[in-house]
């Protein structure tokens, strides 16, 4: 019996349907090629019942949907590169109030894919930002000092957060920065005695455990020179052995020959002699020492040790109520002669 045009359509239907299910890709690729004519031969009313029924599958299948999306991609990269490069070249204030919009809604997705995306090029975000920089470094300073201008607490918390991070880098940075540089530490603090006075108390209020642990640690390198031998010798000269008359403050043990160059006499023994090495200054003429090493002779080992026992002579001048003029006075006449300079 000959079929019916209905029983026909069923069975070419169905045929259809068997072979898409066997040749998924195959039926794509033909889908695709002849979609363009399908959709002009189409009428307006059957375009928009394919459009209905293309969201209503999406909505009902996401996950196949997006696959169907990759796929696309890696397969078209560069054509839909170029088409959103032509349409950012024709819709760019569109886009960037799109984008500033959607930055507002959903902060916490657009800094987790920076995140992403900083991890996985790290290396080319860098060398781009230093090509930029050597390119148009007008604009980027001038960009900087407005922005530090308009948030100086955002920049001061991220400082903050660095430092703490690299704490021990700065700390190497600093130091070496003073090693090649000796004279700018000193010509800042004479500029602002006053300021970072007052820095350094503020700071010694807020921390004093840390200020204990510092003077622990120095000690421990640099330990005081109050030997036992030095505490005998000290018994038994209680004068400042000075040839001038002039003394001031309270007595100190000192090495004729400097511990430093000739260890071995440390204890005051020079020779097998007993406390041969050892000589008793006032605080003045200790400072006064010092002073005459570090000013004719430039020696830096010896200008370390006058900030501290200038400190205590005034100390003394204050308590006897003595003018400094006078004590600076006494300096002077005391550095051109040439008088225990071992």
């Not at 960037?96 to 997705?109: A, D």
């Not at 602002?192 to 003077?215: D, F, M």
């Not at 020179?225 to 003394?247: D, N, V």
């Not at 020492?289 to 200038?310: G, I, Q």
């Amino acid at each position: 019996m000959p079929l019916s045009d209905e029983e026909r359509k069923r069975k070419k239907r169905d045929y259809m349907r068997k072979w898409r299910a066997e040749n998924p890709d195959r039926a794509r690729e033909t889908s695709r090629r002849n979609q363009k004519e399908r959709y002009q031969k189409m009428s307006v009313k059957d375009r928009g019942k394919i459009k209905k029924n293309v969201k209503e599958w999406t909505e009902k299948n996401p996950e196949k949907r997006a696959n169907i999306l990759t796929r696309y991609r890696e397969k078209n990269r560069e054509r839909i590169r170029e088409q959103n490069r032509k349409y950012e070249e024709k819709n760019r204030e569109k886009l960037r109030k799109k984008r500033k919009e959607y930055g507002k809604k959903h902060p916490k997705r657009i800094s987790e894919r920076n995140k992403r995306y900083r991890k996985k090029n790290y290396e080319e975000i860098i060398k781009r930002q230093r090509k930029h920089r050597e390119d148009n470094r007008e604009e980027v300073s001038a960009y900087h000092k407005k922005y530090q201008k308009e948030n100086p607490e955002k920049i001061k918390g991220i400082q903050n957060k660095w430092r703490e991070a690299n704490h021990e880098k700065l700390i190497a940075w600093s130091r070496r920065y003073r090693r090649e540089h000796p004279e700018s530490d000193k010509e800042y603090y004479q500029k602002n005695i006053e300021v970072s006075k007052e820095r350094s108390k503020k700071w010694a209020e807020k921390n004093p455990e840390l200020v204990k642990s510092y003077k622990k640690r120095y000690q421990k390198k640099n330990p005081p020179a109050q030997l036992p031998s030095m505490t005998e010798y000290k018994k038994t000269h209680r004068k400042c052995e000075w040839q001038k008359p002039f003394h001031a403050g309270t007595i100190h043990v000192h090495h004729i020959l400097s511990q430093h160059k000739y260890p071995k006499y440390k204890d005051g023994n020079y020779n097998g002699r007993i406390a041969n090495n050892f000589i008793c200054f006032c605080s003045f003429h200790h400072f006064a020492y010092h002073n005459a090493y570090a000013t004719t002779r430039n020696d830096k080992k010896h200008e370390k040790p006058t900030h501290l026992l200038w400190g205590q002579v005034l100390q003394w001048a204050y308590s006897k109520k003595i003018s400094i003029e006078d004590l600076q006075d006494e300096v002077a006449r005391m550095l051109p002669s040439k008088v225990i300079l071992a």
